[in-house]
Structure formats: structure tokens, C-alpha cells
């Protein structure tokens, strides 16, 4: 059974930095698909940013340039570093995977596993 448990996340002033990891458990292979998506309070869960097991990455216009999303095929952890955060990122932050075929996606529903969340607050 797969399980991907978040850490990281917590509370910075707006132009500071937070990490996000998210490990997966229960899953030997190292081809899959990971991406990180977020859910504001009332709002919609978006994505962040996605990457395959290439290394190829995509990101949401409101993060590009700021954000950086990596993965450590040998430890099983995709990473989210955050940086120049806005109050506007404050949301919940989720990871997930999908077992391939997959490409590096922000597309919700083509995710089969999901993390637990994990809050960022910033303020201003």
C-alpha cells in the first residue's frame, strides 16, 4: 500500500523560506510522478508545481521563479523549497503520486495517492 507523509511546513514572514518534503512508502520503483498542490481556505485545491521521474518540472505561473520542486530518487522524497513567500501562499500544501504512465502534471484527478496536509501561514 502506498503512503506518502508530509513534513515541513509552519509559519514565516512574508520573504522568507520553508521547505515542504513528502516520502513515499510502499513503492519500490523510482518511475512515478509526484506534484505538490495547495487548498486556501474556501478555495479550490490548485496545483504548484509537478515533476516526473526524468526530473522534468512544471509550475503554476503565481510560484514560478520562486518555488522549486526536486525529488531524491534514492530516499523516495520529493521536495518543495518555497522561497520570497507572499501571505497569498498561506494554504494547506498536500503532495501526491501517481504510478506510471504519468507525466509531470497539475491535473488533480490523474493522482492516485495523496499525503497528508501541510500547513504555511505567511504574514505580512
Known amino acids: 500500500q502506498v503512503q506518502l507523509v508530509v513534513s515541513g511546513g509552519g509559519s514565516v514572514q512574508a520573504g522568507g523560506s520553508l521547505t515542504l518534503s513528502c516520502t513515499m512508502f510502499?513503492?519500490?520503483?523510482?518511475?512515478?510522478?509526484m506534484g505538490w498542490f495547495r487548498q486556501a481556505l474556501g478555495k479550490e485545491r490548485e496545483g504548484v508545481a509537478a515533476?516526473?521521474?526524468?526530473?522534468?518540472?512544471t509550475y503554476a505561473d503565481s510560484v514560478k521563479g520562486r518555488f522549486t520542486i526536486s525529488r531524491d530518487t534514492a530516499k523516495n522524497t520529493l521536495y518543495l523549497q518555497m522561497n520570497s513567500l507572499k501571505p497569498e501562499d498561506t494554504s494547506m500544501h498536500y503532495c501526491?503520486?501517481?504510478?506510471?504512465?504519468?507525466?509531470?502534471?497539475?491535473?488533480?484527478?490523474?493522482?492516485?495517492?495523496w499525503g497528508q496536509g501541510a500547513q504555511v501561514t505567511v504574514s505580512s
Open positions: 510502499g513503492y519500490t520503483h523510482r518511475s512515478y510522478c
Open positions: 515533476i516526473d521521474s526524468y526530473g522534468t518540472s
Open positions: 501526491a503520486a501517481k504510478l506510471p504512465p504519468c507525466i509531470a502534471t497539475m491535473t488533480r484527478r490523474l493522482y492516485e495517492y
